[in-house]
């Protein structure tokens, strides 16, 4: 019968064999999730100037080059609050030590605004089908509830904010002032914040866009067979385009958002490890949600192919 040494050396040694497997994987994964933002950024840059060029009185076209804006914004902040601390290299720590606290909280607050855009686009396409002839009036309500949006997502995510405030230290490795996220619950207190970071987030942040969004494909669905039924396609063709961009674009929305919802909701009920690749794969999928736009637009839409090919053409 072994002794207990030999048996503590051996549990060491395994121990140490899964924490390095599962640090190799969260690299991966990390060094995936790099790849893919470098091109979703560029992408989403490509994207913004073409639908710039296209927008005019498009309110759906307009949005979406926000929602480009918007992606390239979250894309940088997601990358440094989220990947960064596993792609193990020096540098990558220090980048991410300096900018971590309020790049989180910064990431957290735009992808809540991301998340209702994405919604307002979905819900604007529903009305552009159903009222075709009225969609230009809709600018000025486009507008207002952009506005609307932007004010619900500040004020949604101030308890987060005043949890995490970062506070200073003096780094000695880095010789610098640096800041760390002290969770100190904020004006709601401890009871309160963890209903905030759970139920409260998993329905405003989860189920409310997941229904609506959900709703709206199945309305774009219902709508698209029924112009199809009418012979309208030849004659509605670049609204179709628009139709199957903004259902590819909502259908990536809705598969995030339930990874999401499953890690919030199960948040309390796994094990340490298991959280951390829920976490992992939930922040894989949000990269992957804002770099895939450009795709989108290139595969299912003729007009943005053209302007596309057009920026690049000689002219002369």
């Not at 639908?51 to 949005?63: D, F």
């Not at 230290?169 to 100190?184: E, G, H, I, K, T």
Request: proline share 3%.
């Amino acid at each position: 019968m072994p002794n207990s040494s030999s048996t503590e050396i051996r549990n060491t040694t395994i121990n140490e064999f899964n924490s390095n497997s599962h640090q190799l994987a969260h690299e991966i994964i990390a060094w995936v999730a790099t790849v893919i933002a470098i091109c979703g950024m560029f992408g989403n840059i490509l994207g913004a100037v073409v639908l710039h060029r296209m927008q005019k009185t498009n309110s759906g076209v307009r949005l979406l080059k926000y929602l480009s804006l918007v992606d390239i914004i979250l894309l940088v902040l997601s990358f440094v609050a989220f990947e960064l601390p596993s792609l193990n290299r020096y540098v990558a720590r220090t980048i991410h030590a300096i900018f971590d606290p309020f790049a989180y909280l910064f990431a957290m607050t735009l992808y809540t605004f991301e998340i209702y855009l994405t919604v307002l686009i979905a819900i604007q396409r529903c009305i552009a089908i159903a009222l075709p002839f009225k969609s230009g009036s809709f600018l000025r309500v486009i507008n207002k509830a952009l506005r609307a949006i932007a004010v619900f997502t500040v004020a949604f995510n101030v308890p987060l904010w005043l949890a995490f405030w970062p506070r200073p230290y003096w780094n000695p490795d880095l010789n610098m002032q640096l800041f760390y996220s002290d969770p100190r619950r904020g004006f709601l207190g401890e009871y309160g914040f963890n209903v905030y970071i759970g139920p409260v987030l998993l329905v405003f942040r989860c189920v409310i866009p997941l229904i609506l969004l959900l709703m709206s494909n199945i309305i774009l669905v219902i709508s698209r067979r029924r112009m199809k039924s009418v012979n309208r396609l030849s004659s509605d063709r670049g609204s179709v385009q628009l139709t199957v961009l903004v259902m590819a674009i909502t259908t990536m929305s809705v598969v995030t958002h339930v990874v999401t919802a499953v890690d919030l909701f199960i948040l309390k009920i796994v094990s340490h490890i298991a959280k951390a690749y829920l976490g992992k794969i939930a922040s894989l999928l949000i990269i992957i949600n804002s770099s895939t736009n450009f795709i989108f637009y290139y595969a299912f839409g003729n007009n943005f192919r053209r302007n596309f090919k057009s920026c690049f053409r000689s002219h002369d």
